[in-house]
Every structure is written in C-alpha cells, then in structure tokens.
C-alpha cells in the first residue's frame, strides 16, 4: 500500500497560509495590494479588535463578474499571468494566486463586488470547511471583503501575536507603505469605529508625507531626481543629522513595490559616505522605476525580497542619487524654487541662504537711559544640619531595600525646566565617597586617570587598570532609576514648562496611545496633539535626560515594536530599557568631575557590572597581564 499521499485542498492551502499570512497586516497587505491592482482610486479598511475580530477592506475598483468571484478563491487563480512569459514582465503588485485562498483557509472569509457596468453583484462565502457558497447580492461597484476571526481553525498561531497596539502598529505600517507608494490613491483606516487614518489622493508624494509623518520630517529631507542607465530614481533623502535608530525609515519602492533590497541600502550607505553615524539611519524614501525584466520579485511569497540581474549597477546609481541630493543641499544656487502656493519650497521650510541673502540689518544705539533697580537681598539658605561624628554601621542590602542612585545629573526638578532639558550642558553634582559597602563585589578603581577615545573611562585600582564604558554604565544608572519608580508607581516625573510637540508617524502614535498607561509609569505624560503630533507635558527624571524629547521618545517606541505579547501591556523592564535611550553617548566628552560622578552611581546600582542588554559595564586589566606584556614576568 502507498505511504504517500496528496495533500486535501484545504490543508495545502492552511500550509501556504502560513507562508503568506504571518499576521493581521499581512492581510491587509495582500487585500490592499488587490484593490490596487483593480484600480480602485479610494480604500477604505476596517480594523476591529487588532484585526483578530475584523478585517474589511472596501475599494471603488474594477470589480468582478460572478465567475471570476468564485474563481478568485481558487488557489493561483489569477488575471494577472496569462503565460510563463509573462513572469519576466510583472507590473502588478499580485500575481501569485494565493493570498485570497490562503487567507480563507484560517478565518470566516466573505466577498461582496460588483462591476460598475453591471446591475447587481456578487456574494461569495466560504465556510471553515473550504466550501464556497456564493449567490447574487448587491453593493457599490467595486469589492468588499471581510475577514472574521483569524486564524479561528489555527490557535497555535493566534499565541504567537503581539499586543492589540502592536499589531496595529504592524497594519498601519502597512498601510503606511502602500500609500506613499501610491498618492494618487485615497487611503482610510478606522480602528474599533475610530478614524486612525484619513489620506486624500494628492498629485504628487510630498503632501503625503508631510500628512503621514509630520512637517518636521518633510523640512529634513532633501527631494531628488535622478537617472543612470535605464533606472530612474526619485524621492527625498535625510539632511545629515537627521537619523533614526533602526533602517524602519528607510522605505523603498521598486516599480511601486514596497521591498526590501540589500543592494539599495548599501547604496544608501556609499551616498552618505563620511556623513552617516555609526549605529544609526538615515531616513529615505526612494522610488526606483527600471524595466521588469531587470529584476525577479517572484522569490518570496510575501514578495518583499527581490533580485537584480546587477546588484553592482542598482547599488551604485542609488548612491549617485543620494551623493547628488547631499550636494545640491550644500550648494545654494541649485536650491529648489519656491513653491508658487505660498512662496515657499515644497517642504514649507525657508532655506537660511535665502534669508541671509535678502537681510538688511540696521542698528541704532536706543537714547533711554534704563535707571538700576532697587537691590533685594536673597533670602539666606538654611543652615545644613551638621553632620555625624561617626558613619552608621553598614545595613545588609536586598533588592528591596538597595539604595537608589541619586538623579545624574544631580539637578532639583524644582529649578529644571523645558529650556534646561534638551540642550543644555549635563550637571553633575561632586564626587561622594560612600562609606556604605558596595551593592556587589569587584575590583573598583581609586581613582579616574583619564578616558579612552572619550567613550571608555580610565580608573586605576589596587589590582591593575579598569576600563568603563560610560554608555554602558549611564544606561545601568538609568534603568535601575526608571523602572523603581515604575515599580512604585511613582515615576520621578519633570513637568516641562511649556509642553513640547513631537512629530511621529501616525503608526507611531497609535503604539503610544495603545500603551499610554504604561508610559505614565516611567513618568512620561503624553497626549495627541491631532495627525502624526503628540505633546509631551513631562519625562522622567532620569539622570542625565539631555536627548531632545522627540528622538528620545521615537527611539524609545522603535525598541518597544516587538516587546509586547497578546497580554497587553509591554512590561516595565523593556520600557526602561528602552528608556535607557537617553545616556550618554560613545564620543561624548566627559569632564573628571562627571566620570567621578558616573562612577559613584553606578556603585550603588544592585548590578552595576551589567547594562540593562547583558553588555559588561568595565573589564578589568590585571597588573600580572600588564607586566606579562612588558616582559617583567
């Protein structure tokens, strides 16, 4: 008897299911990208429940006659291949046949359309069994399809889904994409009945990116055209300076087609040369149009990987067109000419050249003599208590009752405000030696004797010589402050004085909204501002929150994405971690008085040998390994 044999219909298409949908947003990605194709000029999709409950995606596109309803959901059903060479000319952004298929295989799957031209539509329902049911219906011309309970026949996949606010991060993501890809195409997203997302068709992708991202965005980006061979190339590139944590921002469209090509982001990388920051990313959104038989995207199912027939060629024309667009920033006669709207360039943003150049400053000495003010004596400072004759004896220390590092620097919330925050040059409060024994054991240097590439502090100890990584130890400080007030539920939060507006993309702000609670733990007070703003009342009073609020608060949301489980909250530990965002710097120069400083706080951490990702904060050179290298032993 035969031992092998043919998979049913519906468990092949369960298995590709797994290929093709991961999670909600691959849903509407594969849903969007159709009504893409069928011309639809406005879409509206419908979130209910992070998508577990509700997925409904409703276009104004061709629409389908009944027989290609029910053919639709047959697996590699599709119109977009007539033949094999067809493959070596794709355009559309769908082709395989699979997705509508695989997402009936894991939920309770439903299809309304009609053709503008005909007088009624279609209804096509398939049961979680896989058998179709269809039957006439009415409906605007275009398509409408819902999907219910997810992965409902697949529970093992449901456990591996990440917070509510997470995955509509992940769809608005999504969403996100395909409309800077396509602003000729109005978008809508509606969360639980609520409008997240509301883009108009406009003529070119600047309106839509200063809508989806924020103005500040748009006026840190530098527009471009560009062609070499048969590629043309379009889009903005960031200003140095302006950079992200992650390559989450660097958003690329090849003949409309959101991808993720490695020989793009190398390009990238060569365009900004000596300008990009190590650890960091420059944000860019290009568009690469070149003929289809240039490249193979029939790789992945999810079709975000894609191959060329030359890597060198698309990698070195994207660093052109980036080295171009730095160039023609640094050069003024070849700035953009101003918008005729409003006089000014497309990003809304007066170039300084042009400000300076039409300037007439003029200056008279004023004649009014401004008469002394009557002198007010300052009220005299307590006098300090004075001061034990003898140290008390030293208390067993335990989590609970493990000292907590004093605020480095160490500055009175009380006479710090927004001015004080984001620029100002960090204070530090003298070096306090502690007669209480250490939270752990460890060789601890003496005394500081001076740093190494201003990233590694140099300590000299009875045994031999102590490296400190200072980022390192500052995130220790940080993390150990964050999450004890977080744990207490009484975060050391710092009002600022007048609230600050933090541009981020609108996915961004749906991940806050989402975990504003858990925000208000660290000490953070947010609330939407309307769009892609937010406005920062305070932060937490950490040591050393010298970091602008908004690259802060975006990175802190960048190491969060993927912290969260079906539970809900992220937990404390991860937020203070990625709270931590906000230390001092490799390269950031340290006076002794603040190495001295750093080095004191860290003493009193519970784990001041370990940063909060596991990295060793200080590495120890014993003195036999010194002599050993001279030869003395």
């Not at 969007?32 to 998508?51: C, F, H, P, W």
């Not at 990698?315 to 000014?344: F, K």
């Not at 300037?359 to 007010?376: D, G, K, N, W």
């Amino acid at each position: 008897m035969s031992r092998i044999r043919v998979m049913s219909r519906l468990l092949s298409n369960r298995i590709a299911a797994g290929e093709v949908i991961e999670r909600p947003a691959s849903v509407v990605k594969e849903l969007v990208e159709n009504s893409l194709d069928a011309g639809a000029t406005e879409i509206t999709v419908e979130i209910e429940r992070a998508g577990n409950r509700l997925i409904a995606v409703t276009d104004n596109g061709c629409g389908m006659d009944p027989e290609d309803a029910v053919l639709a959901l047959q697996r590699h059903g599709t119109s977009k291949l007539l033949d094999e060479k067809d493959l070596d000319h794709i355009m559309t952004l769908g082709f395989r046949g699979e997705a509508l298929p695989s997402i009936a295989s894991v939920s309770k799957f439903s299809l309304t359309t009609r053709p503008p031209e005909a007088a009624g539509g279609t209804q096509v329902y398939c049961e979680e069994d896989g058998e179709l049911h269809s039957r006439p219906g009415g409906g605007a011309p275009g398509t409408r399809i819902e999907v219910r309970d997810l992965f409902c026949n697949l529970p093992a996949r449901r456990k591996f889904l990440k917070s509510p606010a997470t995955e509509e991060h992940h769809i608005g993501e999504v969403l996100t994409m395909l409309a800077v890809a396509h602003p000729e195409t109005g978008f809508k997203l509606i969360i639980d009945g609520r409008t997240a997302m509301h883009t108009p068709a406009v003529p070119d992708v600047a309106p839509r990116l200063r809508e989806l991202f924020g103005k500040n965005f748009v006026d840190n980006m530098l527009f471009f055209e560009h062609t070499e061979h048969d590629i043309h190339l379009s889009g903005c590139v960031a200003a140095p300076g302006f950079t992200r944590p992650s390559r989450r921002e660097q958003r690329i469209f090849i003949n409309s087609r959101p991808v993720e090509p490695q020989a793009v982001y190398r390009g990238i990388r060569e365009g900004y040369g000596a300008l990009a920051e190590s650890g960091r990313f420059n944000p860019v959104v290009i568009f690469l149009e070149m003929p289809p038989d240039q490249l193979d995207v029939n790789v992945h199912p999810t079709k975000r990987e894609v191959r060329f027939k030359s890597e060198y060629t698309v990698s070195r024309a994207v660093a052109a067109a980036v080295s171009a667009a730095l160039r023609q920033a640094r050069d003024p006669a070849a700035l953009p000419a101003p918008d005729a709207a409003d006089g000014l360039p497309l990003s809304g943003k007066l170039p300084l050249s042009l400000v300076l150049d039409a300037a007439e400053i003029s200056y008279t000495p004023p004649t009014a003599v401004q008469h002394e003010l009557p002198a007010v004596a300052p009220p005299s400072a307590p006098e300090a208590p004075p001061l034990p004759e003898k140290p008390s004896p030293p208390e067993e220390l335990s989590p609970q009752s493990a000292p907590e590092p004093e605020p480095f620097p160490a500055t009175p919330a009380a006479t710090t405000t927004a001015e004080d925050l984001p620029a100002a040059r960090m204070k530090f409060s003298p070096l306090v030696r502690e007669s209480r024994p250490a939270a752990f054991s460890g060789n601890w240097p003496d005394r500081i004797i001076g740093a190494v590439d201003e990233t590694y502090i140099l300590g000299e100890s009875a045994a031999g010589l102590v490296l400190i990584d200072q980022h390192a130890a500052h995130e220790r400080i940080m993390f150990e402050k964050i999450l004890a007030g977080a744990a207490a539920k009484k975060a050391a939060a710092q009002a600022l004085l007048l609230p600050e507006t933090v541009e981020l993309p609108l996915a961004m702000v749906k991940l806050l909204e989402g975990n504003r609670e858990l925000f208000a733990l660290l000490g953070f007070e947010v609330e939407s501002a309307g769009g892609a703003a937010v406005l920062v009342n305070s932060i937490p009073l950490v040591p050393c929150a010298h970091r602008p609020v908004g690259v802060w608060l975006y990175d802190m949301l960048n190491e969060l994405l993927e912290e969260s489980d079906r539970s809900g909250m992220i937990a404390p530990e991860f937020a203070a971690r990625a709270a931590c965002k906000a230390a001092v710097k490799a390269h950031e120069h340290l006076t002794l008085p603040e190495m001295e400083t750093l080095l004191a706080q860290l003493r009193q951490c519970r784990q001041g040998t370990l940063c909060p990702h596991g990295r060793p904060t200080m590495v120890e050179v014993p003195k036999r390994e010194i002599e050993r290298r001279f030869g003395r032993r």
